[in-house]
């Protein structure tokens, strides 16, 4: 039957195509290779997939750069691919998201090719132009999230253009109605095509302050907009953005996207946010049944250094969300394709490593929301480390050496061990290496054993389903008087769920329990 909160409590599985499947033996992963790939996902127990961009784009930033909405590129495939890919995921009970990149297109987009043009052509003003200022420098203070101003002058156009990331992704100007019934549209092409939803990206990016005012410094105690942290200075994390982005236009468009959903049943929205005060933010995209109906939150994600994960880690952001709002659904994940991965993040000093992706795994199956597991996940992969000359990412090689960027967790999964390329392609060159470590954590060799981390992840998820409390329950977070045991009750109706979850490798005691080292501990009461 049909249920229109099918993504409430569902588990989702994020696919970088680059890196899922290469069927075509480029080296580069495709929509057949998923599609070749799904009983895998299914098999898993998962809900649902979330796709990152396949569209065509030149690839300055791997996708998120579009120049055709409508249009699968090359690279991976054809539009009859996606809805080969569709029907076959539909087929195996899975539903699909598709990763849609509004806030900004590519340079090589028809609609900035003519907009750079001149000032008065048809689109000239569907992206954010301006005036140097009388010195020649740019319009304000902004900066990029991917470093330096967030201006670049245009020759042709004798002007600034506005773009929050790379220069090669200018940002579309959301306060020209015309540009908001175009991406609207571009959202209905795939939402016919049989689409279940949209993963939505910096959906708070649309709108920026029309007066185009200076944004603020940012005190030293105040939070940081961006889920990558750095401890040397960095432009972007020195500013308090305020009117370069989460305008409150924003809330009106938002309404206008749920309309459009609300035309298609038991459709979904996810938005990412990245914000100053992400949580109010999140209760405010998502309050009702007006706007988007979960956000995409980063507490679990930021950083690229080494952490030693502490209760309060995981505690804190659930219970500092939950104060803003208790009616909020979240959707919550532990990694995706642009942070280190959470085995290396939070377990550089841990010896077990399988047993610590287990335990993560559990923990981040017991959270309230929707949750989403980043390809490799299941296999417990580490972060990779990339040689510079291998590094493809341009935040990395911008960044290089204090960060090798987002290509350590973006690797090709790891198929079959005894095959080339761990059965990812049959190319003798794959477009990021392989590593060894990743290799003889292949799917085949896990498949084999009964206590793997894939093996353990599909009884997990089987297992969650059964019970209601770790689906759409409440959370409580109780003390344990152990500093390294996390504890919460989840509760649906007549059912409670009591969890415990030992962070360390010692045997830590907790109300009369005692835990292994990285034990989750989840039963009734």
């Not at 949209?198 to 907009?225: A, G, M, Q, W």
């Not at 308090?240 to 959903?261: A, C, T, V, W, Y």
């Not at 079959?416 to 060159?429: V, Y």
């Amino acid at each position: 039957m049909s249920d229109p909160d099918w993504w409430r409590g569902a588990v989702f599985y994020q696919i970088y195509p680059r890196s899922f499947m290469d069927l075509n033996g480029d080296g580069v992963g495709d929509l057949p290779g998923i599609t070749d790939r799904l009983e895998h996902i299914a098999n898993l127990g998962i809900d649902a997939i979330w796709i990152s961009p396949f569209f065509k784009s030149p690839m300055a930033d791997f996708g998120y750069d579009v120049s055709d909405y409508r249009c699968v590129d090359p690279m991976f495939g054809t539009n009859e691919d996606f809805d080969i890919l569709l029907s076959r995921a539909h087929d195996l009970g899975l539903k699909v998201i598709v990763d849609l990149v509004l806030s900004h297109t590519s340079t090589e987009h028809p609609w900035f090719i003519e907009s750079r043009l001149s000032a008065n052509n048809r689109k000239a003003d569907w992206y954010v132009w301006a005036d140097a200022k009388p010195d020649g420098s740019p319009p304000n203070n902004w900066q990029s999230v991917f470093s330096g101003d967030a201006w670049t002058f245009d020759t042709k156009r004798g002007q600034y253009y506005l773009h929050n990331f790379l220069r090669e992704q200018p940002d579309l100007n959301f306060h020209n109605p015309a540009v908001q019934d175009q991406v609207l549209s571009e959202c209905r092409y795939w939402l016919e095509r049989g689409v279940d939803g949209f993963r939505l990206d910096v959906c708070n990016f649309y709108f920026h302050d029309k007066e185009l005012r200076d944004n603020p410094p940012r005190h030293h105690d105040e939070t940081i907009s961006t889920g990558v942290q750095f401890e040397k200075p960095y432009p972007y994390i020195m500013q308090r953005h305020i009117h370069d982005k989460s305008q409150p236009e924003n809330l009106e468009f938002l309404g206008r996207l749920r309309k459009l959903m609300d035309e298609y049943p038991d459709k979904m929205t996810l938005g990412e946010i990245g914000d100053d005060d992400p949580y109010k933010l999140s209760v405010e995209y998502t309050k009702g049944d007006d706007y988007l109906n979960t956000t995409y939150n980063t507490h679990f994600i930021a950083g690229t250094d080494s952490k030693i994960l502490t209760k309060e880690m995981i505690q804190e952001p659930v219970e500092f969300l939950q104060n803003y709002s208790k009616e909020v659904w979240p959707s919550w994940a532990f990694g995706n394709h642009d942070v280190v991965r959470p085995v290396t993040r939070w377990g550089k000093s841990i010896k077990d490593k399988d047993a610590f992706a287990k335990l993560l795994m559990k923990m981040l199956l017991c959270l309230r929301g929707t949750i989403f597991i980043y390809q490799g996940e299941e296999l417990g992969l580490s972060e990779a480390h990339i040689r510079f000359e291998d590094i493809q990412d341009p935040w990395g090689k911008a960044l290089w050496p204090e960060w090798q960027g987002r290509d350590g967790c973006r690797t090709p999964i790891p198929w079959q061990a005894d095959l080339p390329q761990a059965g990812f392609s049959e190319s003798h060159k794959t477009w990021l290496p392989i590593p060894h470590e990743h290799v003889i954590r292949a799917v085949n060799t896990q498949e084999t054993d009964p206590h793997s981390v894939l093996n353990t992840t599909r009884e997990f998820i089987a297992w969650r389903k059964q019970h209601p409390a770790l689906i759409k329950g409440s959370i409580d977070f109780f003390e344990t008087n152990n500093p390294f045991v996390l504890g919460f009750v989840r509760q649906a109706d007549t059912e409670k769920m009591r969890c415990l979850f030992n962070l360390s490798e010692q045997k830590q005691s907790c109300d009369g329990f005692d835990l292994l080292p990285l034990e989750a501990r989840i039963e009734k009461i």
